[in-house]
């Protein structure tokens, strides 16, 4: 079920406000150009600076809009056990097809409280969980034996999104978990890499402005038609540096924006992206073709 590009979707503002017009507009963008899946609520969706009530508003927005096109997997993890746990409910009560839960982030658990964290959090649920590593945000490192122990001991823990950068660590997931355990690319830069270990796709920020050749990526590797797909992941690469010229997701709200897809505005402490890079961005997006 969980396979492919699955978008890491942006959450447009208009005055600070979520603009609904503007997100059902980007997941009609997305679905019509062929991406297998779509994350409201993720880093990319700034759920940081989301209220509780604006990211359980974001989950059912996304739900209800997609209507069971592709699958819905919501992001509702936290530093906060109870908090995830209450997040992850309600999305299974709202139709979400699957959780995607961050790595605790500034409290620093342990391996060990890694572990006691996602197994309460699986017990508490029935909806299939993903797990996501990502060190230079969490500020600590999910093992792969970490994994590998909950990917045992929770049934519905059906993979990892592995964004530590490391194709060694990847490797020993499948590894210890074996070849059926969902394993997702986390970094753009690394989406063809990992297909060719095993992954079975990527959650993905560049997708919000190239759809289309993101989920060809993996068609055409999926349908073995190995140098077309590595031709695009070479096409794509100035983008995916493009998109990380800032934070995410400022760089790709700019290039959004320069779409006319949707305002460039983040929420505070992001700020917009400074001249010298929005003219490296449009660059790029010029070179590619999506804009004149």
């Known amino acids: 079920m969980i396979h492919g590009s699955i978008v890491a979707i942006v ?13 059902k507009e980007l997941i009609e963008f997305q679905i019509e150009n062929g991406t297998h899946g779509i994350v409201p609520c993720g880093t ?17 927005l996304t739900v209800k809009a997609v209507k069971k096109r592709i699958p819905v997997v919501a992001g509702t993890g936290s530093n906060s056990t109870l908090e995830a746990i209450r997040l992850t409910k309600f999305a299974e009560k709202v139709g979400a097809d699957a959780a995607l839960l961050v790595v605790p982030y500034y409290n620093k658990p342990t391996q060990e409280g890694l572990f006691l964290h996602f197994k309460k ?3 508490e649920v029935e909806i299939p969980l993903l797990l996501y590593n990502i ?10 034996e970490t994994i590998a122990r909950l990917s045992r001991d929770c ?11 490391s194709i060694q660590q990847a490797s020993k997931i499948l590894y210890l978990c ?6 997702l690319s986390g970094e753009d830069a690394l ?9 079975k796709g990527f959650i993905t920020v560049a997708a919000n402005v190239a759809p289309r050749d993101v989920s060809e990526l993996y068609n055409m590797f999926i349908k073995g038609e190995i140098n077309q797909s590595r031709e695009l992941h070479y096409k794509l690469h100035p983008l995916n540096e493009a998109m990380f010229l800032e934070t995410n997701p400022i760089p790709v709200k700019a290039a959004l924006s320069l779409m006319g897809k949707v305002k460039s505005e983040c929420r505070l402490p992001l700020s917009r992206i400074n001249d010298i890079n929005l003219e490296k961005l449009k ?3 010029q070179e590619y073709s999506l804009i004149n």
């Open 191 to 199: 989406n063809f890499p990992l297909l060719s270990i095993g992954g």
């Open 178 to 183: 074996g070849m059926d355990f969902v394993l």
């Open 11 to 23: 959450t447009p503002f208009n005055n600070g406000n979520i603009d609904d017009d503007a997100f």
């Open 283 to 285: 660059s790029t997006l």
């Open 155 to 165: 049934r519905n823990i059906i993979g990892v999104k592995e964004a530590s950068g």
């Open 135 to 144: 060190p230079g945000r969490s500020g600590i490192n999910m093992n792969p």
């Open 44 to 60: 990319t969706g700034e759920s940081p600076t989301l209220s509780h009530e604006e990211h359980e508003y974001v989950i059912e």
């Open 121 to 123: 959090i699986a017990s």
